[in-house]
């Protein structure tokens, strides 16, 4: 490969990451997460699952999501808040709030990274600054990955959804760098790409399905298939 790197390439100091379907495929962790949050509820609250079987939970928590939009920059309050009114609401002891909380926070950072994601950040965190930007509640301390990072930056923090252009602005601040030196790779078009590109950084748009771009107002400087391709990319060497 041609040592001297594309452009939108040339110039990046640091690449931030996307977690959630970036690194790992989110579905599965979060319907195995829910599974395990109700049963453990079922276990401590006499006929719960008979009056709210799995579906009607998943359905009152969807609900519980679309009426509560003042805590979408944080996933975690918003699961407290909708464990404490379910617990009252189904006659449980209020008191099993936090250890329903932990319940499900464990079980939701049971993540299995994609195939060479490990080893592509590893490979990136010896020329670059790598951080991670995420609206989720996905803790890199508990999944084990946290060394692999020199920043974390969460909406929670910052007090923003994703993609408000705030959120990548202090992304920027936390990496000292300027914001066209950064790189933010994700797989939502506008949560990642259109928030970070409004931020002034580059971007990286995660396509594995091959899907069409479906915005007219942007566009990512790079589509790739997953975060493995970006060693290539940026013609790092493996260890030898």
């Not at 959630?20 to 453990?40: G, M, N, Y």
Request: glycine share 6%; charged share 25%.
């Amino acid at each position: 490969m041609d040592s001297e790197e594309p452009r939108p390439l040339a110039g990046i100091a640091c690449i931030t990451f996307d977690l959630d379907d970036t690194l790992w495929d989110c579905a599965p962790v979060i319907e195995a997460a829910e599974r395990t949050l109700h049963d453990w509820l079922d276990a401590r609250c006499p006929g719960f699952a008979r009056a709210l079987p799995f579906e009607a939970f998943i359905a009152e928590r969807a609900r519980h999501y679309r009426a509560n939009p003042r805590w979408h920059h944080d996933m975690t309050a918003l699961r407290r808040d909708f464990l404490q009114q379910l617990l009252v609401r189904h006659g449980c002891d209020p008191g099993l709030l936090q250890a329903a909380l932990d319940v499900f926070l464990q079980a939701r950072n049971a993540v299995c990274l994609y195939h060479n994601a490990a080893p592509a950040l590893e490979r990136l965190g010896r020329r670059f600054r790598l951080g991670v930007v995420t609206n989720g509640n996905a803790d890199v301390r508990r999944i084990g990955i946290d060394h692999l990072f020199d920043f974390v930056v969460t909406t929670a923090e910052v007090g923003v959804p994703k993609p408000d252009p705030r959120l990548y602005r202090t992304v920027a601040d936390r990496s000292g760098l300027a914001a066209e030196r950064i790189l933010h790779v994700g797989d939502d078009p506008e949560r990642d790409v259109w928030g970070a590109a409004m931020a002034g950084m580059k971007t990286a748009w995660v396509n594995p399905r091959n899907r069409a771009w479906p915005r007219t107002d942007c566009r990512p400087d790079l589509v790739i298939g997953s975060v493995d391709e970006l060693p290539v990319l940026f013609a790092v060497e493996s260890a030898s």
